[in-house]
C-alpha cells in the first residue's frame, strides 16, 4: 500500500488484511489504520473480518519452477 511507510514512519498503528482473490486466486487486500496506542481496535476488526472472510491458509497456486538445461546450475 502507498500509505504503508506513512504509518511506519509515525509508529501509528496499522494493518493491510486480505478481503477479496480475483478469479487468479491472488488476494486483493484492504489497508486499515488506528488511533495511537490503539492497537487492540485493529485486532478485533481482523478478528471479525477473518470471521467472515476467513484468509487462513489461502495462498496463490504456486509457480512453476523454471526447467534447467544440462549444465545449468540448479535453482533451489
Same mark, same amino acid.
Request: aromatic content about 10%; proline content about 9%; hydrophobic content about 40%.
Given at each position: 500500500?502507498?500509505?504503508?511507510? =506513512?504509518?511506519?514512519?509515525? /509508529? %501509528?498503528?496499522?494493518?493491510?488484511? !486480505?478481503?477479496?482473490?480475483?478469479?487468479?486466486?491472488?488476494?486483493?487486500?484492504?489497508?486499515?489504520?488506528?488511533?495511537?496506542?490503539?492497537?487492540?481496535? =485493529?485486532?478485533?476488526?481482523? /478478528? %471479525?473480518?477473518?470471521?467472515e472472510? !476467513?484468509?487462513a491458509?489461502?495462498?496463490?497456486?504456486?509457480?512453476?519452477?523454471?526447467?534447467?538445461?544440462?549444465?545449468?546450475?540448479?535453482?533451489?
Amino acid at each position: 500500500s502507498a500509505f504503508t511507510m =506513512l504509518y511506519n514512519a509515525t /509508529g %501509528q498503528p496499522a494493518m493491510s488484511v !486480505p478481503l477479496h482473490w480475483t478469479d487468479a486466486g491472488l488476494p486483493v487486500g484492504m489497508h486499515f489504520a488506528g488511533r495511537f496506542g490503539d492497537e487492540a481496535t =485493529l485486532f478485533r476488526l481482523a /478478528g %471479525q473480518l477473518e470471521q467472515e472472510r !476467513p484468509w487462513a491458509g489461502r495462498a496463490p497456486a504456486m509457480v512453476r519452477r523454471p526447467e534447467t538445461h544440462a549444465g545449468d546450475p540448479a535453482i533451489d
